[in-house]
């Protein structure tokens, strides 16, 4: 199984990115999909989660109302959509993929990651 995320980059506080995330070596209409990241000194925490079919979305609080998490069966890929990007965003960004097909919340609840993609917000 492999994750391959991409679309990170610099970007302005404010400003916007995509994140993707390409999945393969499983059928990945079947599993619910999670976006996580990690911040320089700070342990990974949840960002956001959906369900195989695209809904039962949930965000972190800090996200919220910003980000959104989309996915394409047929691609076999996820999205995380930011907006209005802030400084305290900048992290690495990892893709999971879920043990189930539901969103889940939990980094337990995730089998295979990706490798990671910085985004750096600056202020």
């Known amino acids: 199984v492999q994750l391959q995320a991409s679309g990170g980059g610099l970007v302005q506080a404010g400003g916007s990115l995509r994140l993707s995330c390409e999945v393969s070596?499983?059928?990945?209409?079947?599993?619910?999909m999670g976006w996580f990241r990690q911040a320089p000194g700070k342990e990974r925490e949840f960002v956001a989660t959906v369900n195989w079919i695209g809904g039962g979305t949930v965000y972190a609080d800090s996200v919220q109302g910003r980000f959104t998490i989309s996915r394409d069966n047929a691609q076999n890929t996820v999205y995380l959509q930011m907006s209005s990007l802030k400084p305290e965003d900048t992290a690495v960004y990892y893709c999971?993929?879920?043990?189930?097909?539901?969103?889940?919340?939990?980094?337990?609840?995730?089998?295979?990651w990706g490798q990671g993609t910085q985004v750096t917000v600056s202020s």
């Open positions: 070596g499983r059928t990945f209409s079947s599993y619910g």
């Open positions: 999971a993929l879920g043990r189930s097909r539901y969103s889940r919340s939990s980094q337990s609840d995730y089998g295979y």
